[in-house]
C-alpha cells in the first residue's frame, strides 16, 4: 500500500475514534442541562404562567365588573326618574290619551331625562291595561300589554325583584330596534301611585353600543353576561351567542352557586366577577390557545438550541479530535517513513505538551540527517537548472530571429508587402513568447500584441474578417500578468468565428470602470450551446476550456476573488468574455 494511502488511512480511522467519543460527550454536556430546562419549564412554568393568566383574568374582569356595575347604575336612576315622574304618574292613573293637555311636556321630559343616551337606549311607559304607551322611540311590540298574556308578559318576572320600587335587570327582551340597534339588556320598573297600586311600567332598554366603551379586549378572547337566577347568559362580543349555558360550551366548568374567581378549564380559563348591586355576573373567558402558543414557541427555542448545539458540537468535535489525532498520527506515521529509509521526515511540533515533547525528541532524532537531505535537494536543484540552460542554448532564440530577417529581407526586396508584414508581425509575437524574464507586461504591450496576431489573420482571412481594438488611454500602462488576452482573442477566431459561415466580427476592448478594469473580447460567431461557468477550484468541461480556465486561474492566484473571467453566450449569435481585474491593484 502507497505511503500517502497508509497515511490518509490512519488518520482517518484515529479521527473516527476520537471525532465518535467527543461528538457523544459534547452532545451529552448539551442534551442534559436542556432537557431539564424544558422539563421545568414545561412541568412548573406551565402551572406557573396559567396562575398568572388567572390572576390577570381576575383583575380585568373585576374591572370589567365595575365598569357594567356603573352602567347598570345609570339607566337604573333614569328608569327611577321616569317611574316618579309626576306627568307620568298621572298618565297612567287616568290610563287614557283623553282629555291630557300635557303631552308635549311629557314626550319633552322623557328626552330630557335620557338626554345623551337618545342613540344608546329606548325608555318605553305602558299602563297595567295596555291603552297608554309611550316610548322615545318606536313602542316595542313586546311592551304592548294589550296582546302579551301572564306567561307572556315581559313584566311578570318583576315580582321577584321584591319592594316597592326594585327594580329587575334581564337581557330575555332582546330585539332589533327600526334603527338597526340592538337591545342587549332591559331595565323594568313598576311605577305606583301613592297608595302603592300599581299603575304600569318603566322599560328602559339598552342597546348594545351602550357597552362600546366596555374593556371587552383586557386580554380575553369573550366576555360574558351571566343572570344568576334564571341561568342565562349572553356575550358582549357575540350577539348571536345568548341563551342558557350549552349555548356557551365554554361556561360548562363554572360550578354553581357562582363564586368569583378564576376556573382553569379544558382549554381556557373563566374568571368570574359579581356586579355589585345586581344578579348578574360577568364572565371573561382567556382561551389556552395563548398558553399553548407559548408552549409552543419554546419547544421550537428548545429545538433550534438543540439543533444549534447539535451543530457546535459536531464542529467542536471535529477540530478538537483534530487537533489530537493529527499530530498523534503525523508522529506515528512519520516514525514509519524513518523506517522506510524516508529519512527527510519532519514533524511539526504540537502545542499539547505531552505530543510535542515526544515529536520534539523525534525532530532532535532526524535532524543531522534532514540537513544532509536538503543540501542534496539543492545540489540537483542545480543540476536541474544547469540541464534547463543548455537546452536553451541549444535552441539559441537568435537563430529563429537571423531566419525572420532572412525572409523579410527577401520578402522586401521582392516587394512581397503581406510576406513582410506577416514575419514582422510573428518574429514580434515569438519574442514576447520566448521572453521569460519578467512574468507581467502593461496593457500596452498586450493590446500590441493582439493586433500583431490580428494582422497576421487578417491578411489570412481577407475582407471576411473586421477586428475593433480599442485601450482606454488612462490604462496603457496597468501591469497584468502576460498572455491574458491575446488566447482569449485565438480562442475566439478558431472556436467562434471559423466554424461560422459569412462575415465575422471580433473586437477587443479594455475600459476603466471606476476602481475596476473590464477587458472585453467579443464575437458574432457560433457561441456555446452552454456558456460555461468559470471556477477556479473546478475542472475544465472540455479541451476547448482549458485556456478559459488557466487565465482564470493566474488573475485568481494575481488579484484574488476580486479578478476573473465571465462568459455570456448565445448559440449562433455570438460570445462576449469578459476580465474583471481590481484598477488598485495595477503598477506602472
Known amino acids: 500500500m502507497p505511503l500517502a494511502i497508509s497515511r490518509e488511512l490512519g488518520y482517518t480511522e484515529t479521527m473516527k475514534s476520537l471525532f465518535s467519543r467527543l461528538m457523544l460527550f459534547f452532545l451529552v454536556v448539551m442534551l442534559v442541562p436542556v432537557s431539564l430546562l424544558a422539563f421545568a419549564y414545561i412541568t412548573a412554568g406551565n402551572r406557573a404562567l396559567e396562575n398568572n393568566l388567572a390572576e390577570q383574568g381576575d383583575i380585568n374582569i373585576r374591572g370589567a365588573a365595575v365598569r357594567m356595575q356603573q352602567l347598570i347604575e345609570e339607566y337604573r336612576h333614569k328608569a327611577y326618574t321616569i317611574s316618579v315622574e309626576e306627568l307620568v304618574v298621572d298618565l297612567l292613573e287616568q290610563d287614557s290619551f283623553e282629555g291630557t293637555t300635557s303631552m308635549n311636556q311629557l314626550y319633552e321630559r322623557l328626552f330630557t331625562i335620557m338626554k345623551g343616551d337618545t342613540y344608546l337606549a329606548t325608555a318605553s311607559v305602558v299602563s297595567t291595561s295596555g291603552r297608554v304607551r309611550l316610548s322615545t322611540h318606536l313602542f316595542p311590540y313586546q311592551y304592548d300589554l294589550r296582546y302579551q298574556g301572564n306567561d307572556t308578559n315581559p313584566f311578570f318576572d318583576l315580582s321577584r325583584a321584591g319592594g316597592e320600587t326594585a327594580s329587575l335587570i334581564t337581557f330575555t327582551n332582546r330585539y332589533m330596534t327600526q334603527n338597526n340597534s340592538f337591545v342587549f339588556f332591559n331595565i323594568l320598573r313598576r311605577v305606583r301611585d301613592v297608595a302603592g297600586t300599581v299603575l304600569g311600567y318603566v322599560a328602559v332598554d339598552v342597546y348594545h353600543d351602550a357597552l362600546s366603551d366596555m374593556p371587552t379586549t383586557s386580554g380575553f378572547t369573550d366576555i360574558i353576561l351571566i343572570d344568576s337566577e334564571t341561568y342565562v347568559a349572553?356575550?358582549?362580543?357575540?350577539?348571536d351567542r345568548h341563551g342558557d349555558f350549552t349555548k356557551l360550551p365554554e361556561l360548562k366548568s363554572i360550578t354553581f352557586p357562582l363564586f368569583e374567581g378564576s376556573i382553569i378549564g379544558e382549554?381556557?380559563?373563566?374568571?368570574?366577577?359579581?356586579i355589585p348591586n345586581t344578579q348578574l355576573y360577568l364572565a371573561g373567558v382567556t382561551d389556552m390557545a395563548i398558553l399553548n402558543?407559548?408552549?409552543?414557541?419554546?419547544m421550537m427555542i428548545v429545538g433550534f438550541v438543540?439543533?444549534?448545539?447539535?451543530?457546535?458540537a459536531g464542529i467542536l468535535a471535529y477540530f478538537f479530535s483534530r487537533s489530537i489525532a493529527k499530530p498523534v498520527n503525523d508522529l506515528a506515521l512519520s516514525m514509519h517513513q524513518v523506517e522506510m529509509g524516508e529519512m527527510q521526515t519532519q514533524v511539526t511540533e504540537s502545542r499539547i505538551l505531552e505530543i510535542g515533547q515526544a515529536q520534539q525528541s523525534f525532530n532532535a532524532m532526524v535532524r543531522q540527517i534532514t540537513n544532509l537531505m536538503e543540501l542534496t535537494r539543492e545540489e540537483e536543484a542545480k543540476v536541474q537548472e544547469a540541464e534547463r540552460r543548455a537546452l536553451e542554448a541549444q535552441m539559441n532564440p537568435h537563430f529563429l530571429y537571423n531566419t525572420l530577417n532572412t525572409v523579410k529581407a527577401i520578402a522586401r526586396m521582392h516587394d512581397e508587402r503581406e510576406i513582410l508584414t506577416i514575419t514582422t508581425k510573428l518574429g514580434k509575437l515569438l519574442r514576447n513568447a520566448i521572453d521569460n524574464r519578467?512574468?507581467?507586461?502593461?496593457?500596452?504591450?498586450?493590446?500590441s500584441l493582439v493586433e500583431s496576431y490580428l494582422t497576421i489573420q487578417k491578411i489570412r482571412y481577407g475582407a471576411k474578417l473586421d477586428t475593433y481594438v480599442e485601450l482606454d488611454p488612462s490604462i496603457e500602462k496597468v501591469m497584468t500578468p502576460k498572455l491574458i488576452i491575446q488566447p482569449l482573442v485565438e480562442n475566439a477566431l478558431i472556436h467562434g468565428l471559423e466554424p461560422k459561415l459569412g462575415r465575422w466580427r471580433l473586437s477587443v476592448t479594455a475600459i476603466?470602470?471606476?476602481?475596476?478594469i473590464s477587458i472585453t473580447v467579443a464575437d458574432n460567431?457560433?457561441?456555446?450551446?452552454?456558456?460555461?461557468s468559470i471556477r477556479s477550484d473546478a475542472e475544465p468541461e472540455s479541451s476547448t476550456h482549458v485556456g478559459l480556465y488557466n487565465i482564470h486561474r493566474r488573475l485568481q492566484f494575481r488579484y484574488g476573488s476580486s479578478a476573473g473571467i465571465t462568459i455570456d453566450s448565445i448559440e449562433n449569435e455570438g460570445t462576449i468574455i469578459k476580465i474583471r481585474l481590481p484598477r488598485d491593484e495595477r503598477r506602472a
Open 512 to 516: 476603466s470602470q471606476g476602481d475596476k
Open 267 to 274: 382549554g381556557n380559563i373563566i374568571s368570574v366577577a359579581a
Open 306 to 312: 438543540l439543533a444549534v448545539g447539535a451543530v457546535l
Open 525 to 532: 460567431g457560433i457561441g456555446f450551446p452552454d456558456a460555461p
Open 293 to 298: 402558543r407559548s408552549i409552543e414557541g419554546f
Open 438 to 447: 519578467e512574468q507581467e507586461t502593461s496593457l500596452k504591450e498586450s493590446f
Open 234 to 239: 349572553a356575550s358582549l362580543n357575540h350577539l
